[in-house]
C-alpha cells in the first residue's frame, strides 16, 4: 500500500485560535508552518492581518508570510506552487508540514488538487468590465455571472466586484467556467494525506473574540498602518497625483510631510516641494525637513540654496554625515576651498563631531592645496579622536610614509582582527592583493574576492569596476577586462562633476594600447580631454599621465602648460609615486623650466619605500622625451 506523506490542515474562522494552536502543536510534533492567508501574504499588512510577530512564533519556522508587496497580484494558482514547495522542504527536513489559514481557496488548492489555471489578465477586456460598473452598476455583472456560472455564484457576494469580474473572466478567456474547471482538476490524484482539523466556536463567543481582536488592533496602530498602505500602494504605481491626494487629507505631521515631499520629488515637481516644506518648515523646524529640502533645491540646480539648507540641518542634528551634503555642494561648483574652511569653522564649536569634522579635513586637504604632512596630521587626529579604525586610519596613510615594514606590520596585525565591516578597507585590502602594496604578496584570488565584496556592498561604484577590469587585465582575460573598463566608464561619462575620474584613464589605456579591442588612439585622446575638461585640476593620476604624454607628443589639444598645472597638484598622487616624477620631469625639460616640486619628489626617489621594478622603470626613462607611466601604480 502506497503510504503517503502526512500533512496537518488547520483552518477557521477569524480569531478562532488557529495562529497558537498550530504553533503548540508544532512544538509538539516538530513541525514547521505553512500560512493560507490570502491577506498575511502581503508586507506591512501586521496588524490588520493578525500575522504572528517573532516572539509569537516561538522560533517556529512560518512560510508563506510577508513577501508579497501590496500593490503586486498574487493568485491561488502561484499560492499553490509556493505551497508545495514549502511542503515538500519541511518533509526533507524530516519535520511535519502544517497548513494553517483561513483562505478557503488556498486550502482546496491543496487538499482537493484542483488547478486554479493562472489565467492572464486581458487589460482590455478589464477595463470594459469596469467601465460596465461605472456606467450601469455592478448588479449588471453579478447577473452576468450568475447566467455563465449559477454554481460559482452561490458563494459570491453581490457586492464582491474582484470575484465577480473574475468568473465572467475566466470563461471569457478559456471558454469554460469556474466550476467546470474545478470539477475537472479534481479527478488528478492528491499528492499527499492531509488531515485537515477545523476550529469552530459558538456564535456568539466567536463575536465576543473579533470584537476583542479589533480593539486590539485600533490600540497597536491600525488606523495608521492602512493609511500608510494606501500611500505607498498609490506611490508605488506612480499614481502620483491620487498619492498626494489621500495625503493630504491626513493630520498634517513630520511623516506625512516628508511622505508628500518624496512623492513630489519622485514625481519631479520639486518646486512643489520645496514649497510644502517651507509652508511646513515654521511648524515642524527638523533636521529632515532641511535636508529634504536641501535635495530638492539641488535636483533645481539651486546650489546655494541647498548648501544652506544642508547647513541648517547639520547645526540642528549634528549628523556628520550631512557634512558630505555640504562639501558635495563646493565640489560641483569647483569651490572646495570654502568647504574646506567651513570645516574649519565648525571644528571650533566644540559642540559638533569633531573627530568626522577631522577625518574630512584630511580626506580635502590636498585637493585644497595643503602639504601631505597637514593630511596626515588631520587623519592621525581622526584617529585619536575615534571617527575611524586603526586599519582604516592606516589605509588612508599607508602610500604617504616611507616606513613599510613597520606600516605592514600593523596593517596585517589589524587585518586579523578586523572584520572588514568598511568599505573603504575592503577596497583597500583589493588594491594590496592587485598589485602586491604595502609588503603584501601580489594574489590574484584575495584581490578578487575584495573587489566582489566591494561590488555586493555598491554596485554601481565606477572604481571597483575599473579595479575588476585591472583584475582581469593581470589575469589575461581581456575580453572581461575590456568590458569591466567600459562599464566602469559608462558610469560617471555623463556626470559633469565627477568624484573619481579613474575610469576615464583605464578605459583609455584599454582603447590606447588594444586591452580586449583594436587599437583606437582617436578615442583615448577623446576620452582623457573630456575628463580634464570636467575635473579641472582635479584629475585623477590615470588621467594625468595619459595626458601629459599626449601633450609630450605635440598634439596641440593637449597643452605641456596644463599638464604641468595637472602634475604640481599633489591631489591626484601619492608622495612617492615614481610615475609622476618621470613625467614632471619630462614637462619640464620640454617647456625648459625647473621646478620646486620636482625637486621635492626627487629627495623621495632613493628611498627604501620603492621597489626594483620601480627603480630600473626611474633609470630607463628618466631622461626620455616621452613615456608612458609606470602602469603598477595605475
Known amino acids: 500500500m502506497d503510504m503517503k506523506p502526512k500533512v496537518i490542515v488547520i483552518c477557521g474562522p477569524t480569531a478562532s485560535g488557529k495562529t497558537s494552536l498550530s504553533i503548540e502543536l508544532a512544538k509538539q510534533i516538530n513541525g514547521e508552518i505553512i500560512s493560507a492567508d490570502s491577506m498575511q501574504i502581503y508586507k506591512d499588512m501586521d496588524i490588520g492581518t493578525a500575522k504572528p510577530s517573532t516572539e509569537e512564533m516561538q522560533g517556529?519556522?512560518?512560510?508563506?508570510?510577508?513577501?508579497?508587496?501590496?500593490?503586486?497580484r498574487y493568485s491561488v494558482a502561484q499560492y499553490k506552487i509556493d505551497a508545495k514547495k514549502a511542503i515538500k522542504e519541511i518533509l526533507e527536513k524530516g519535520k511535519v508540514p502544517i497548513i494553517v489559514g483561513g483562505t478557503g481557496l488556498y486550502v482546496d488548492s491543496l487538499i482537493y488538487e484542483i488547478e486554479y489555471n493562472d489565467i492572464k489578465l486581458d487589460e482590455e477586456y478589464r477595463k470594459k468590465l469596469e467601465e460596465i460598473v461605472e456606467k450601469q452598476g455592478l448588479e449588471v455583472l453579478y447577473k452576468k455571472a450568475q447566467e455563465i456560472d449559477p454554481q460559482a455564484m452561490q458563494k459570491i457576494s453581490a457586492n464582491d466586484k474582484k470575484r465577480i469580474m473574475r468568473v465572467i473572466e475566466i470563461y471569457k478567456a478559456t471558454g469554460k467556467t469556474k466550476t467546470e474547471q474545478e470539477i475537472e482538476s479534481r479527478k488528478k490524484p492528491v499528492e499527499y494525506d492531509y488531515k485537515v482539523f477545523a476550529i469552530n466556536w459558538e456564535r456568539e463567543i466567536l463575536y465576543q473574540r473579533i470584537n476583542k481582536r479589533v480593539d486590539i488592533m485600533l490600540e497597536q496602530g491600525l488606523i495608521e498602518e492602512v493609511k500608510s498602505i494606501i500611500s505607498n500602494c498609490y506611490y508605488m504605481k506612480k499614481d502620483y497625483q491620487n498619492a498626494i491626494k489621500y495625503l493630504k487629507m491626513q493630520e498634517e505631521t513630520e511623516s506625512n510631510i516628508i511622505d508628500q515631499v518624496r512623492i513630489y520629488n519622485d514625481w519631479e515637481h520639486f518646486q512643489d516641494s520645496i514649497d510644502l516644506i517651507h509652508q511646513s518648515i515654521e511648524k515642524h523646524p527638523t533636521w529632515r525637513l532641511y535636508l529634504l529640502l536641501g535635495t530638492s533645491y539641488q535636483s533645481l540646480e539651486k546650489f546655494e540654496e541647498a548648501r544652506n539648507a544642508y547647513i541648517e540641518?547639520?547645526?540642528?542634528?549634528?549628523?556628520?554625515?550631512?557634512?558630505?551634503?555640504?562639501?558635495?555642494?563646493?565640489?560641483?561648483?569647483?569651490?572646495?576651498?570654502?568647504?574646506?574652511?567651513?570645516?574649519?569653522?565648525?571644528?571650533?564649536?566644540?559642540?559638533?563631531?569633531?573627530?568626522?569634522?577631522?577625518?574630512?579635513?584630511?580626506?580635502?586637504?590636498?585637493?585644497?592645496?595643503?602639504?601631505?604632512?597637514?593630511?596626515?596630521?588631520y587623519f592621525k587626529k581622526a584617529y585619536e579622536n575615534g571617527a575611524i579604525s586603526e586599519l582604516e586610519y592606516l589605509d588612508y596613510i599607508c602610500d604617504y610614509e616611507p616606513n613599510i615594514s613597520e606600516l605592514s606590520k600593523r596593517i596585517k596585525k589589524n587585518i586579523k582582527s578586523d572584520k572588514f565591516e568598511s568599505y573603504y578597507s575592503k577596497r583597500k585590502q583589493a588594491i594590496r592583493y592587485l598589485y602586491g602594496e604595502n609588503g603584501?604578496?601580489?594574489?590574484?584570488?584575495?584581490?578578487?574576492?575584495?573587489?566582489?565584496?566591494?561590488?555586493?556592498?555598491?554596485?554601481?561604484d565606477s572604481?571597483?569596476?575599473?579595479?575588476?577590469?585591472?583584475?582581469?587585465?593581470?589575469?589575461?582575460?581581456?575580453?572581461?577586462?575590456?568590458?569591466?573598463?567600459?562599464?566602469?566608464?559608462?558610469?560617471?561619462?555623463?556626470?559633469?562633476?565627477?568624484?573619481?575620474?579613474?575610469?576615464?584613464?583605464?578605459?583609455?589605456?584599454?582603447?590606447?594600447?588594444?586591452?580586449?579591442?583594436?587599437?583606437?588612439?582617436?578615442?583615448?585622446?577623446?576620452?582623457?580631454?573630456?575628463?580634464?575638461?570636467?575635473?579641472?585640476?582635479?584629475?585623477?593620476?590615470?588621467?594625468?599621465?595619459?595626458?601629459?604624454?599626449?601633450?609630450?607628443?605635440?598634439?596641440?589639444?593637449?597643452?605641456?602648460?596644463?599638464?604641468?598645472e595637472l602634475l604640481t597638484f599633489d591631489y591626484p598622487f601619492y608622495r612617492f609615486d615614481i610615475s609622476r616624477v618621470v613625467s614632471l620631469t619630462q614637462i619640464c625639460k620640454s617647456l625648459n623650466r625647473s621646478s620646486s616640486?620636482?625637486?621635492?619628489?626627487?629627495?623621495?626617489?632613493?628611498?627604501?619605500?620603492?621597489?626594483?621594478?620601480?627603480?630600473?622603470?626611474?633609470?630607463?626613462?628618466?631622461?626620455?622625451?616621452?613615456?608612458?607611466?609606470y602602469w603598477k601604480n595605475i
Open 597 to 629: 616640486k620636482l625637486e621635492e619628489l626627487k629627495k623621495y626617489v632613493n628611498t627604501t619605500y620603492y621597489n626594483k621594478e620601480e627603480l630600473q622603470y626611474y633609470d630607463a626613462n628618466k631622461d626620455q622625451i616621452v613615456s608612458l607611466p
Open 313 to 377: 540641518a547639520f547645526h540642528i542634528s549634528k549628523i556628520p554625515t550631512i557634512l558630505g551634503s555640504v562639501t558635495e555642494i563646493d565640489r560641483i561648483q569647483r569651490n572646495e576651498e570654502r568647504s574646506f574652511q567651513f570645516l574649519l569653522k565648525e571644528l571650533e564649536n566644540t559642540n559638533n563631531p569633531t573627530a568626522q569634522i577631522q577625518l574630512r579635513l584630511g580626506e580635502m586637504a590636498l585637493r585644497v592645496g595643503k602639504s601631505y604632512d597637514e593630511m596626515l596630521d
Open 440 to 460: 603584501f604578496k601580489q594574489n590574484l584570488k584575495k584581490s578578487f574576492d575584495s573587489i566582489k565584496e566591494c561590488l555586493e556592498e555598491y554596485s554601481d
Open 60 to 72: 517556529i519556522k512560518h512560510y508563506l508570510l510577508d513577501f508579497v508587496p501590496p500593490e503586486e
Open 463 to 564: 572604481c571597483d569596476y575599473a579595479l575588476l577590469g585591472r583584475f582581469y587585465e593581470l589575469s589575461n582575460n581581456y575580453s572581461l577586462a575590456l568590458e569591466n573598463y567600459q562599464k566602469a566608464y559608462e558610469l560617471i561619462k555623463d556626470d559633469d562633476y565627477p568624484g573619481c575620474d579613474c575610469a576615464y584613464g583605464y578605459y583609455a589605456h584599454a582603447l590606447l594600447n588594444g586591452i580586449g579591442t583594436n587599437k583606437n588612439v582617436d578615442e583615448a585622446k577623446k576620452i582623457i580631454l573630456d575628463a580634464v575638461r570636467k575635473s579641472n585640476t582635479f584629475s585623477c593620476s590615470h588621467v594625468v599621465y595619459y595626458y601629459a604624454y599626449f601633450a609630450l607628443q605635440n598634439d596641440e589639444r593637449f597643452s605641456k602648460e596644463k599638464a604641468y
